[in-house]
C-alpha cells in the first residue's frame, strides 16, 4: 500500500499540465519542493490560491513575467484570479520590496503608514534611500520618483547624517536635515524647502533664519530690559556734543555703526531700548527747545511794550 501511494505522489509531481503552456514538475537534480516551469513566450502570471468554497481568493501568491523575465513576485487576496494586477505586496528581480506599490525603489517602499515601537535604519550603503514611508503615482518614474522617504550619508564634521526628504519626479523638494556636528555631541537640525535650500536651523544658538520672517504679530519678553532703558540720572548730552559725535563717528551716541551691524548684526531687544532712548533725548530736547521759545517770546514780548511806551 505504502509503495502505491507513493508512486501516485511521483505521478502527481511528475505530470505534466500543458493548458496555458504551464507545467508543474520535479526534475532530477531539483533540490526538494515543486519546480513551476512557464513555457509561454508573452506575458503570463501564476498563482497559488485559497479560497472558500470556490469564492474569491482568501490569500494568493504567485509571480508575474514575460518570457524568462520576472516582473515581480507578490502576495495578495480578495480579487478572482486578478491578485497578480494589484497585490498586496511584491518583491523585485532587484531584490526591492513594495507594500502598497507595485514599483518599490528602495529595499523596502511602503505607500501607507508605518506603526512599529522602533525603526532601526543601518547605514550599510551610505548616501542612498533607506525606506520609503509613503509614495506618490504622479512621478513615480522619473528618477528615484515621487515619496516621502529617509536617507543616510556619510558623515564628517557638520555635514548630513540623515535626512527626511520629500522628492518630487525625483527632485528634491523639500527636507528635514539631521547634522552630526563637531563631535558626539554638537548636532543640529536644518529644514530645507524649494530646491533643498536650508532657510533655517536649530542649534545651540537657538534659531536661526535665513529669509524674511513674516507674521501678525511678534512678541519679544525679555529679561533684563531694565538695564537698557532710559535711567532718571542719565546725563542729557548738549546738542553740540551730539553734533560732533556724529561728524567724528558717522552715527548716533550709543547706537552701532553701520560697519558693526553688519559684521555683528542687531539685538532686536537692545537696540529697541536703545532707540527708545533716543526717542526720550528727542523729546527733552523738543522740550528744551520750547521753554527757550517761551523765554524768547516773553522777552520779546516785554522789549515790544517798551518800545511802546518810550
Same mark, same amino acid.
Given at each position: 500500500?505504502?509503495?502505491?501511494?507513493?508512486?501516485?505522489?511521483?505521478?502527481?509531481?511528475?505530470?505534466?499540465?500543458?493548458?496555458?503552456?504551464?507545467?508543474?514538475?520535479?526534475?532530477?537534480?531539483?533540490?526538494?519542493?515543486?519546480?513551476?516551469?512557464?513555457?509561454?513566450?508573452?506575458?503570463?502570471?501564476?498563482?497559488?490560491?485559497?479560497?472558500?468554497?470556490?469564492?474569491?481568493?482568501?490569500?494568493?501568491?504567485?509571480?508575474?513575467?514575460?518570457?524568462?523575465?520576472?516582473?515581480?513576485?507578490?502576495?495578495?487576496?480578495?480579487?478572482?484570479?486578478?491578485?497578480?494586477?494589484?497585490?498586496?505586496?511584491?518583491?523585485?528581480?532587484?531584490?526591492?520590496?513594495?507594500?502598497?506599490?507595485?514599483?518599490?525603489?528602495?529595499?523596502?517602499?511602503?505607500?501607507?503608514?508605518?506603526?512599529?515601537?522602533?525603526?532601526?535604519?543601518?547605514?550599510?550603503?551610505?548616501?542612498?534611500?533607506?525606506?520609503? *514611508?509613503?509614495?506618490?503615482?504622479?512621478?513615480?518614474?522619473?528618477?528615484?520618483?515621487?515619496? *516621502?522617504?529617509?536617507?543616510?550619508?556619510?558623515?564628517?564634521?557638520?555635514?548630513?547624517?540623515?535626512?527626511?526628504?520629500?522628492?518630487?519626479?525625483?527632485?528634491?523638494?523639500?527636507?528635514?536635515?539631521?547634522?552630526?556636528?563637531?563631535?558626539?555631541?554638537?548636532?543640529?537640525?536644518?529644514?530645507?524647502?524649494?530646491?533643498?535650500?536650508?532657510?533655517?536651523?536649530?542649534?545651540?544658538?537657538?534659531?536661526?533664519?535665513?529669509?524674511?520672517?513674516?507674521?501678525?504679530?511678534?512678541?519679544?519678553?525679555?529679561?533684563?530690559?531694565?538695564?537698557?532703558?532710559?535711567?532718571?540720572?542719565?546725563?542729557?548730552?548738549?546738542?553740540?556734543?551730539?553734533?560732533?559725535?556724529?561728524?567724528?563717528?558717522?552715527?548716533?551716541?550709543?547706537?552701532?555703526?553701520?560697519?558693526?551691524?553688519?559684521?555683528?548684526?542687531?539685538?532686536?531687544?537692545?537696540?529697541?531700548?536703545?532707540?527708545?532712548?533716543?526717542?526720550?533725548?528727542?523729546?527733552?530736547?523738543?522740550?528744551?527747545?520750547?521753554?527757550?521759545?517761551?523765554?524768547?517770546?516773553?522777552?520779546?514780548?516785554?522789549?515790544?511794550?517798551?518800545?511802546?511806551?518810550?
Amino acid at each position: 500500500m505504502k509503495k502505491v501511494l507513493y508512486l501516485i505522489i511521483v505521478i502527481m509531481f511528475s505530470i505534466n499540465i500543458c493548458g496555458q503552456n504551464f507545467t508543474v514538475t520535479n526534475p532530477n537534480g531539483y533540490p526538494g519542493g515543486i519546480n513551476i516551469d512557464v513555457n509561454y513566450l508573452g506575458a503570463w502570471a501564476r498563482e497559488f490560491n485559497f479560497t472558500h468554497d470556490k469564492g474569491p481568493q482568501i490569500f494568493s501568491f504567485g509571480a508575474l513575467g514575460k518570457g524568462d523575465q520576472l516582473t515581480y513576485g507578490f502576495i495578495g487576496g480578495g480579487m478572482m484570479n486578478l491578485n497578480y494586477s494589484a497585490p498586496w505586496m511584491v518583491f523585485l528581480p532587484s531584490g526591492n520590496i513594495g507594500i502598497g506599490t507595485k514599483s518599490p525603489q528602495a529595499k523596502l517602499d511602503v505607500n501607507g503608514d508605518i506603526k512599529a515601537k522602533s525603526i532601526d535604519v543601518a547605514e550599510t550603503s551610505p548616501n542612498l534611500l533607506k525606506s520609503v *514611508l509613503a509614495r506618490l503615482s504622479e512621478g513615480n518614474t522619473v528618477g528615484e520618483g515621487t515619496y *516621502l522617504g529617509v536617507k543616510a550619508y556619510n558623515t564628517a564634521a557638520n555635514t548630513k547624517s540623515f535626512s527626511l526628504e520629500h522628492m518630487f519626479y525625483g527632485e528634491l523638494n523639500s527636507s528635514i536635515n539631521f547634522f552630526r556636528g563637531n563631535s558626539r555631541t554638537g548636532g543640529f537640525i536644518t529644514i530645507s524647502v524649494n530646491n533643498g535650500t536650508d532657510l533655517c536651523k536649530l542649534s545651540d544658538k537657538l534659531f536661526e533664519v535665513n529669509g524674511t520672517i513674516r507674521s501678525n504679530e511678534v512678541k519679544i519678553e525679555a529679561t533684563g530690559w531694565s538695564d537698557f532703558v532710559f535711567d532718571e540720572c542719565y546725563r542729557l548730552p548738549s546738542l553740540s556734543e551730539v553734533e560732533a559725535h556724529i561728524k567724528e563717528n558717522k552715527h548716533l551716541p550709543d547706537i552701532p555703526s553701520e560697519k558693526e551691524v553688519l559684521k555683528d548684526g542687531i539685538n532686536v531687544v537692545e537696540m529697541q531700548a536703545k532707540l527708545l532712548q533716543k526717542i526720550e533725548e528727542l523729546t527733552l530736547y523738543v522740550i528744551e527747545q520750547d521753554k527757550k521759545i517761551e523765554n524768547q517770546n516773553k522777552e520779546i514780548k516785554e522789549l515790544k511794550e517798551r518800545v511802546k511806551e518810550n
